[in-house]
């Protein structure tokens, strides 16, 4: 068993009742049992892209046997299944799952990077990250998720970047 964090958002229809189903479909997998749900946080659409609805957003941590490709496509199942459209740079949507980070794994191909490079200048999904899974670490560099910097400014967590900037703290 591996724990691996999926962010969740949703800005279109019921934010809420299209977190909790999936979380719900996640946990009924044979392969995941949840183990923690975050907060639900309301954010503004990012700067940049074409949503215009405001953001329900969380992180769910979870226990799986699934390796990263099977639990990517089982996020974009659950997508589909809620009649995502992807429409437009960060459109609006009813569901939203990223696969955040899966312990000890990293991964860099063109549909699946982790851990996903987008975690340290997101506050929406570095909190609630933290939050249910306070002893997460980048897999090559060691550093806890938690130890990075909350001021919002985007700071890819890849490996070469991520050392760059720690080292010059």
Known sequence: MTLAAIGLGS???D???WLELAVRKLDARPD???LRTSRWVRTPPMRGGTA???FLNGVVLIETTATPEALLHACRALEDDAAR???GHWGDRTLDLDLLVVDGVTYDDPWL????PGIAGRPFVLDPLIEVWPEAKHPTTGVLFA???RDGRPRPVRDGLLTRYLHRR
């Open 52 to 54: 215009r609805g405001w």
């Open 85 to 87: 459209r992807r429409k």
């Open 32 to 34: 995941c049992t949840v």
């Open 11 to 13: 800005s279109l229809g």
């Open 147 to 149: 130890d990075l910097p």
């Open 15 to 17: 934010r809420h009742a």
């Open 113 to 116: 990077i982790l851990p996903h």
